[in-house]
């Protein structure tokens, strides 16, 4: 949620800030900005809407500044329009602040500046933030006039210090609340990029006379090969050759630079037309690197297995896809292991002072660990005492950093914002859990483990291409539709339900089948589109009493299922692969979010960026 850059180097600043910061699109795509120094002068270039339009703007445009600082945007304060575009800038324009976080009290802060004079232009947060940094390190400074006179001749030599400049920081930081990662220009600094951190994710990349700054390290992939990931209430400053980071108490620290393990294939389209359409092609060998890397690094056994023995009570709390694998993996232990389990959206869970405790073992799913619902839960979790384990997608995110125990995802980086082969993989890993435990609770379990490889391989036979092809022109000017199932098909339905809507803009809503005829049912008309979901052997006669109930008010039933037999009941059948009742998660999804991907082409969308969404929301 926004993805801030900043380059400092021999080369043409303004080409690789954009780069980079196309690497972090999917963080959001309302605006798009950049601020660079050159030769004592600052510029700030913004365009609203998607990286494109700033490039365009830019594209044979040469300025020689050696050091930039960009922005993509996901509005939260203000709408998508110019003004409220990053970089923003102080009341004297000598700086420009890019930001990703919310800083909550900035409306008590703008009224205090707006009573000292200061006007402004937007309606962003970070404006408030640009413009105390400016109140506080020119107005408050006894030199500030010796400092606005070197502006107006640049032959002046006045420079206000780095150190100075690193205590207005912090100053403006501990009367800022909320989360930020900030990246700051400074007129007279044509040579340094000021930054801070906190909640909000910034890393810093090392390169031979030449630095970085990013949200992740997409962005630093084939321009430097080492990172570090900066902690909560750092700050510092990068140049062409040096690195400064300080501390809360503005004490220099030592930082250890990580290899960054991303290759930057996998951040690149290759032969597919979007990230969606690889990321769902990629979703079986998410699922099996899984698996597979929880098994050989004996990952689960470093959690102790004393924990799963005693009787503990089990919470899983996460948000949107990641919340519907955790409801998957409710349904199986609770099912299978016979251990009741409390899920809750995290943005809920915060509120609604949750039944935690030292007995308590908190499970937290997020492909980014990154998501800010999310981290809260983690905190409240570790404040009560409980034992958390997350399972996240993404190395070194702060989620990690913050639990007992990680349990990784091996789905490599996932570009799209709707989430396709990281649920898969988060299954993979939320499977290989339910199977530890079993294993310690002497439990025989209706999975094999071995066989999930098998569930996940299963759909390599088939092609769904000509079937989906028909029912997306069958529903792809549709209004609403409806997604059924019962069981674990119904969770299915939910996520199935999710990934049509937000790639599509349709609106689609997930129903228990059973539960239709006790009000839904008033909206099934005739023609409209259901889509049921029936992948579990007991449930199959049910089922098609719910069927037979939508057939007889004219809607149109569009069935996913393994059971050939079925045919004759429904408008269409997309044949699914048939592999043991438990694992049919991942057998089934695969072609609905193929369903979800092509029903967004056929509408001229773009998949990989639905309008609105962001792909790591590090605001609550
Ligand atoms: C939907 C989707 C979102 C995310 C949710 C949590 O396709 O991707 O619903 O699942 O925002 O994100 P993470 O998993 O990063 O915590």
């Known amino acids: 949620m926004c993805g801030i850059v900043g380059y400092i180097g021999n080369h043409l600043a303004i080409p690789i800030t954009l780069k980079c910061l196309a690497a972090l699109e999917y963080r959001g795509y309302d605006s798009a900005g950049l601020a660079y120094l050159d030769s004592g002068n600052m510029g700030v270039v913004k365009r609203v809407g998607k990286l494109e339009n ?60 707006k009573d000292k004079g200061i006007k402004f232009y937007s309606e962003t ?16 400074n006894p030199d500030f006039d010796k400092y606005y006179a070197m502006h107006n001749s640049l032959h002046s030599t006045y420079k206000i210090s780095k150190k100075h400049i690193l205590k207005a920081l912090n100053t403006t930081i501990s009367q800022c609340n909320g989360t930020y990662a900030v990246a700051v220009l400074v007129k007279g600094y044509d040579d340094t990029i000021f930054f ?10 090392k390169g031979q ?14 321009v430097v090969s080492k990172f570090y990931s900066l902690k909560d209430g750092e700050c510092g400053y990068i ?22 393990s991303v290759k930057p294939e996998q951040v690149m389209l290759g032969s597919f037309k979007h990230f969606m359409q690889k990321e769902i092609e990629q979703g079986a060998e998410s699922v099996i690197n899984t698996i597979d890397r929880i098994k050989k690094l004996g990952i689960l056994e470093r959690i102790p297995a004393q924990i799963f023995e005693k009787n503990f009570n089990l919470h899983i709390t996460a948000c949107g896809t990641a919340l519907h694998a955790g409801m998957v993996a409710k349904y199986i232990i609770e099912n299978q292991l016979r251990i ?18 030292a007995e308590s073992i908190c499970l937290f799913i997020s492909q980014s660990g990154e998501t800010a619902d999310t981290l809260s839960c983690v905190e409240l979790a570790k404040q009560k005492g409980a034992t958390t384990i997350a399972f996240t997608n993404v190395p070194a995110s702060r989620m990690e950093s913050m639990v007992d125990y990680v349990i990784p995802t091996s789905a490599g980086p996932e570009i799209a914002v709707a989430s396709t082969k990281a649920y898969l993989a988060q299954l993979g890993a939320l499977y290989s859990l339910v199977d530890y435990i079993a294993k310690i609770r002497h439990i025989t379990v209706n999975f094999n483990i071995d066989n999930v490889r098998l569930a996940a391989l299963s759909n390599a036979k088939f092609n769904y291409d000509e079937t989906l092809n028909e029912i997306v022109e069958l529903i792809k000017n549709e209004e609403s539709i409806y997604f059924v199932g019962r069981g674990l098909d119904y969770i299915l339905a939910m996520e199935a339900a999710l990934k049509l809507k937000e790639v599509s803009y349709i609106h689609c809503e997930a129903l228990p089948a059973g539960e239709l005829k006790h009000g839904s049912l008033a909206l099934i008309k005739r023609d409209c589109v259901v889509i049921a979901i029936l992948t579990q052997d007991d449930l199959v006669e049910k089922m098609l009493n719910n069927i037979h109930e939508i057939n007889s008010r004219g809607a149109k039933v569009i069935l996913f299922s393994p059971y050939a037999d079925l045919e004759k009941f429904v408008s269409a059948h997309v044949l699914t692969p048939q592999v043991d009742n438990m694992l049919e998660p991942f057998a089934v999804m695969k072609p609905l979010q193929i369903l979800a991907y092509k029903t967004a082409l056929a509408r001229n969308l773009d998949p990989d960026k639905p309008r609105n969404l962001a792909k790591s929301v590090t605001v609550e």
């Open 196 to 205: 801070a951190k906190y909640k909000s994710p910034l890393i810093l990349g």
């Open 239 to 260: 140049e062409k050759g040096k690195i400064v980071v300080c501390d809360e108490n503005l004490k220099q620290t030592k930082p250890i630079f990580k290899k960054i």
């Open 340 to 357: 009741p389990v409390f899920l809750d959206y995290a943005s809920e869970f915060r509120y609604k002072e949750p039944l935690i405790n």
């Open 125 to 140: 947060d970070t404006e408030v933030f640009a413009k105390l940094l400016g109140y506080n390190l020119f107005s408050q």
């Open 209 to 222: 006379d030449e630095n970085f700054l990013a949200s992740d390290t997409p962005a630093l992939l084939g």
């Open 54 to 113: 700033l490039n365009n703007f830019l594209k044979n445009k040469i300025i020689p500044a050696s050091c930039a600082i960009g922005h993509t945007r996901w509005a939260t304060h203000g709408k998508a329009t110019v003004e409220n575009a990053h970089p923003h800038t102080d009341a004297n324009s000598v700086l420009s602040v890019v930001h990703n976080g919310i800083i909550e009290n900035y409306d008590s802060i703008k009224k205090e500046l």
